[in-house]
């Protein structure tokens, strides 16, 4: 079953002086593979100022942006849609046992290969007091023990917007036991590699139909490697799994390597920041 995708990102900046010159870089524009698949998409600005596209360090494309004459505010809007096909998350036999699982996660050939996402990061790094918060059941199947950790996080913390942001220390979070879906992300990849599972961040969409935490601005998730199976997503913020409902822009180490915007703008006085993004789906006809 395939659906059809709406997709809008608006943004609005202010700043209180004149600002001289500035650069930005998106992450906005979902990625094609072979569940999504890109009709068309749009990126405009109220300066209109041309745009350009490049990749990220880690191959996503970007838009880039350069304003180089004086102004105060200025907007942003990107719309795209995309074709999804519906995917089945559980639907996969593993070949291993698993014991032969852990042996193989432990294994040298196998920590090297994906030791970019065994990586600890200042994001995705346990602290040395909570290394023992949540730790897998060897008896158990590494699918069973990160459904149980996704559930474990998705207990464990509020959803509360407004308490932290993109520096907050993961061991606030976890003491604090609030904060949005960036904050979930973190704290599943962080015990996923504790337990020696390759992860990774995920940015992207969630439709707004499913009554889901994230709904209304970029979502963040999970994926971790499973041997023998590949990538599995786990959105912790919802307790589910990946599936239709959710758009997939990029992924990465944590938030640093996924910030749906960067930039650099030069002026002296303050700035505010608004943006929202709408997800309409309707199912095609097959």
């Known amino acids: 079953m395939e659906h059809l995708y709406k997709i809008v990102y608006s943004a609005k900046n202010q700043y209180s002086e004149n600002v001289k010159e500035a650069v930005w870089q998106f992450l906005i524009l979902p990625m094609e593979n072979e569940s999504q698949n890109l009709v068309r998409w749009s990126f405009e600005n109220s300066l209109h100022t041309p745009y350009h596209i ?8 970007t838009i880039r942006l350069h304003p180089k004459h004086v102004f105060r505010e200025i907007e942003f809007q990107f719309e795209c849609e995309l074709i999804k096909t519906e995917q ?3 639907d996969f036999i593993p070949s291993l046992n698993p014991e032969e699982e852990y042996i193989t996660i432990d294994s040298l050939s196998f920590r090297s290969d994906n030791e970019i996402y065994l ?3 200042d994001l995705s790094s346990l602290p040395k007091d909570h290394k023992s918060i949540f730790s897998f059941d060897r008896a158990q199947s590494l ?3 990160l459904l149980n950790l996704n ?5 464990h913390l509020y959803f509360k917007t407004g308490v932290t942001d993109v520096t907050t ?7 604090q036991r609030q904060g949005v879906c ?12 504790e337990n020696g599972v390759p992860a990774r961040y995920v940015s992207g969409y969630i439709h707004q139909g499913g009554n889901f935490f994230g709904d209304l601005q970029m979502h963040a998730w999970a994926e971790v490697r499973l041997p023998d199976v590949g990538w599995i997503g786990f959105d912790p913020t919802n307790n589910i799994l990946v599936a239709q409902n959710h758009v997939k822009v990029c992924h990465g180490k944590d938030y640093g390597d996924c910030a749906p915007l960067k930039g650099v703008v030069f002026t002296t006085g303050a700035n ?6 709408r997800v309409q789906s309707s199912q095609l006809q097959q």
């Open 54 to 61: 490049s990749n990220s360090g880690l191959g996503f494309t």
């Open 88 to 90: 089945n998350p559980f």
């Open 119 to 121: 990586r600890k990061t």
């Open 143 to 145: 699918f069973q023990n």
């Open 151 to 155: 559930d474990w996080v998705y207990h």
């Open 169 to 175: 220390p993961l061991k606030d979070i976890i003491d």
């Open 182 to 193: 960036q904050d979930f992300a973190h704290l599943f990849c962080a015990i996923a590699k």
């Open 272 to 277: 505010t920041t608004a943006y929202s993004v």
